[in-house]
């Protein structure tokens, strides 16, 4: 298997982006939503609030990627991208791996940087934690 490049990566990582944004839109939506249920007549959308907003963003992503990289070892940019996240094995990630990962790379994004210069393609993710990120198309 070959091992994904910087702009397979990086494209995978912005539509990631785009999605955890979607859900938590979702959340703002479904929390306004319930506050119009509950008290239609005092109705005011929800106030942004910076660091419930910040921890929310935060949840989010590191649940959609440890999810995602548990069951199939692909989000939806992965998909899109053709590409999978593995352990040393070629196989899904565990758990805790997936649950390091993903905290790893929402808090130091800027790590993917790595891949352009080491040889063998690894993030800063992928050094600490073992994993790898490889093409699943045929045709890569």
């Known amino acids: 298997m070959n091992t994904a490049g910087i702009v397979s990566r990086s494209v995978a990582a912005v539509i990631d982006l785009i999605v955890v944004g979607a859900i938590v839109g979702i959340i703002y939506l479904g929390v306004a939503l ?21 921890t929310v963003l935060f949840g989010v992503a590191v649940l959609y990627l440890t999810g995602c990289w548990v069951t199939s070892g692909c989000t939806a940019g992965a998909v899109v991208m053709g590409v999978r996240v593995v ?39 992928d050094v600490v934690l073992r994993t790898r990120v490889v093409y699943v198309r045929p045709d890569a």
């Open 34 to 54: 319930t506050r119009l249920m509950l008290q239609p007549s005092a109705f005011s959308f929800p106030e942004l609030n910076a660091i419930f907003s910040t």
């Open 87 to 125: 352990d040393t094995r070629s196989a899904r990630l565990s758990l805790p791996v997936a649950v390091l990962r993903a905290v790893a790379c929402v808090v130091f994004p800027v790590g993917v940087v790595l891949v352009a210069v080491d040889k063998q393609r690894r993030s800063v993710q």
